[in-house]
């Protein structure tokens, strides 16, 4: 029986591709994700609203209080007018010069002079202790170190950042009547109260205002020394 002979089979060359699919599918994932991070930064970019570094102005800030994420206003004209006429009516006090000379007449008057003066400022610390204003949303009055203290009536009902979007707004109503060349917005604004921040900072902008705000501690009573009020804008 003759042998048969073997015949050696020739393989085509071939190619794995499984690299090249790994590389081009990761590719396509991390195109995906960019394109999918810069829609959203495109939508989302109408919406931000930067918040500069803190600036000095000769402007005078108009106050408002953000709390239960509602807007309150601290510069009432109500409550500053009453303010206002309590210190044009107070008393001016001099405080005496020491005598230049040790004479008893010298002395007598001097001391004359220092009695006037007390019953001077205790006339005035009575008158602070004596004020009280309320506008249905702030009980105001003075500490005993002449500061201004802003306490929360109970009840009392700001707008929300829903109330604060719309065009009659009694927000709105307050910056018509302002003036953004001479006056900026200033918040006050309590841990819970940054989406009615945000609409109100919002606004105040869109009214061409410059706007500065401080964070202010949930339970602390808004007290105001008797240096004044400054919060710089941003």
């Known amino acids: 029986m003759p042998r048969q002979r073997l015949i050696r089979k020739k393989n085509h060359p071939s190619q794995n591709l499984d690299s090249f699919l790994d590389i081009l599918t990761n590719t396509v994932g ?14 989302e970019a109408e919406r931000i609203i930067t918040t500069p570094l803190r600036a000095e102005t000769s402007k005078e800030g108009v106050f408002f209080e953000l709390r239960n994420n509602q807007l309150f206003y601290i510069s009432d004209p109500q409550i500053e007018t009453q303010i206002d006429q309590l210190y044009s009516n107070l008393p001016t006090c001099n405080r005496p010069e020491a005598p230049r000379n040790n004479s008893q007449f010298a002395y007598q008057t001097y001391l004359n002079e220092v009695s006037i003066y007390n019953n001077c400022t205790t006339s005035i610390l009575r008158r602070l202790e004596n004020f009280s204003a309320e506008n249905g949303q702030y009980r105001v009055s003075f500490t005993a170190d002449g500061a201004l203290r802003y306490e929360q009536i ?34 006050i604004v309590r841990p819970d109260s940054f989406p009615a921040f945000r609409a109100a900072r919002e606004k105040a902008i869109d009214n061409g205002f410059q706007v500065g705000w401080e964070p202010f501690a949930q339970n602390n009573i808004l007290v105001f020394g008797s240096g004044g009020r400054s919060v710089g804008v941003q």
């Not at 009902?157 to 003036?179: K, T, V």
């Open 30 to 43: 991390v195109l995906m994700f960019i394109g999918l991070f810069v829609s959203l930064l495109t939508i």
């Open 154 to 187: 109970d009840n009392a009902m700001g707008e929300d950042n829903q109330q604060l979007r719309a065009d009659d707004s009694q927000f709105s109503q307050i910056l018509s009547n302002l003036n953004p060349n001479t006056e900026y917005v200033a918040f």
